[in-house]
Nanobody, 114 residues
Framework: VQLQASGGGLVEAGESLRLSCAAS????????VAWYRQAPDKKRERVAL???????EYANSVEGRFTISRDNGKNTVYLQMDGLKPEDTDVYYC?????????WGQGTQVTVSS
């Protein structure tokens, strides 16, 4: 049971990135999956969630700029991040719960320069 996050990088303000969260041992189509972000000395923030039914929720700070989606065939959840701002700089993690266990992917660093 594992989540593998990828897609982070260094971009300039206004540019885009797409993060991927690929699962093994978990059928993401049956789970709610969330993206969180956290920097040192900062509180962890949930930025987006997609339910097993496909409903989505976003933090106010990213509403209208970030889009979470799922590809059931690839068993992968994506976070499309457009209009990136320096304050979006963080380590991003994907998360789900599977049969009572909380599963975290390793973080992927997103850095946005001004």
């Amino acid at each position: 049971v594992q989540l593998q996050a990828s897609g982070g990088g260094l971009v300039e303000a206004g540019e885009s990135l797409r993060l991927s969260c690929a699962a093994s041992g978990i059928r993401l189509s049956r789970a709610a999956v969330a993206w969180y972000r956290q920097a040192p000395d900062k509180k962890r923030e949930r930025v987006a969630l997609i339910s097993s039914e496909g409903g989505t929720e976003y933090a106010n700070s990213v509403e209208g700029r970030f889009t979470i989606s799922r590809d059931n065939g690839k068993n992968t959840v994506y976070l499309q991040m457009d209009g990136l701002k320096p304050e979006d700089t963080d380590v991003y993690y994907c998360n789900t719960q599977w049969f009572g266990d909380e599963v975290w992917g390793q973080g992927t660093q997103v850095t946005v320069s001004s």
